[in-house]
């Protein structure tokens, strides 16, 4: 027996899978190509149907450091805590089963966690792989280095997941784990404990791990690149039911985030809640039903919300505040109407170099 396969693993990467046969290969190869060693791969397989569970157990027997929980289909947020539950490493780090990573990434991740009094979450950028195959990258705005708590509650979190009055979207953080390791004492404490959650699952856990974190390192490396168009990507289909899935992780932050007393974070969860409402109201144009069928899926939604406005907010920028009227007036015609226009401005300023990000 190799003496590193009796080593406690530092990291334990956790990849959940439901039905990646086209790009799980390349996703295992790239983290199993790391410079760095000393980690454990947990393969989730959630009830796949295809030959993901043959791949699994294919990489087990290759090399020690890989093993495989095969389990029913439950969720991306299920899978994850039972890796979390099974890894055996100081820190956690989730890669989707259709993106890959840099062979440096692990190495860089040690440099600055394997230390004394570490960072609870190491932080750094990433590439975005579109339909052509070329990337964009989004590396981080901020200074690098390690933000104690102060630093983090005077320069992350009054921004952390929106930048408030604004209706452009600028987050210092994004809502996505596949751009953090965070430590697992720190993980367990916070992760995503709504698995019926299936879009946002991640944001909830992120947001409220950098909440609690003591103390956070930016990096500038750019060093996950997400396949946006993978297979499994959410927005390739229909999601019935992503009304209903925006406002409960909107609740959800509201319950494990909210109401501490930091009246900028509360702001910034209406924000999010507004984002899922315009998420549901954008999938309706995009997948090329008629606006008066839309209307009319969308209404049958909204009858069982009680509350007038059918948004809080505060926080939001005036525009933003105009659409939650429209919504908490019923006004869904005209308001699928004006988005879909505002979709195809947006199309046409791209085309001809006038929109950025």
Known sequence: MDINETKAP????IVPTYNNEADLEKCIRSILDQTYLN??????????????PEICDYFVKLD???????????GAAAARNDGLFRAAGKYIYYVDADDWISKDLLQEAAYVLDVSEAPDIFV???SMIMED?????????????????????SEIYPRMMNTLGRATQMRLVSGSLCDKIIEKQLLLA??????????QEDLVCVYECMYFAEQVYFSSLNMYFYNRFGKD????????????????????????????????????????????????????????????ESACRLREK?????????????????SERCYIVLLSFRLLHFTLAISKLVIWMAGIGKRWGLCHG
């Not at 927005?235 to 899935?245: C, V």
């Open 302 to 318: 909204m009858r069982d919300v009680e509350t007038f406005l059918v948004c809080p907010v505060s926080g939001l920028s005036f």
């Open 124 to 126: 750094f950028g990433y």
């Open 190 to 199: 916070h992760r995503c404990r709504d698995t019926r959650l299936y879009s």
């Open 233 to 292: 990507s959410m927005h390739r289909r229909y999601h019935a039911d992503l009304f209903e899935n925006g406002r409960a992780a909107a609740e959800y932050l509201r319950t494990y985030l909210g109401g501490r007393g930091n009246s900028s974070i509360d702001k910034q969860i209406n924000k999010i809640e507004f984002d899922g409402l315009v998420a549901s109201i954008y999938q309706e144009i995009q997948f090329g039903t008629s606006i008066h």
């Open 64 to 74: 020690y450091r890989v093993k495989a929980i095969h389990k029913q289909n439950e």
């Open 39 to 52: 980690f454990e791969l947990i393969l989730v397989d959630d009830g796949s149907t295809d030959s993901t």
């Open 10 to 13: 530092f990291f334990s990467v």
């Open 133 to 153: 195959g070329k990337s964009v990258s989004f590396p981080w705005s901020l200074e690098p280095g390690v933000y104690n708590k102060e630093r983090l509650e």
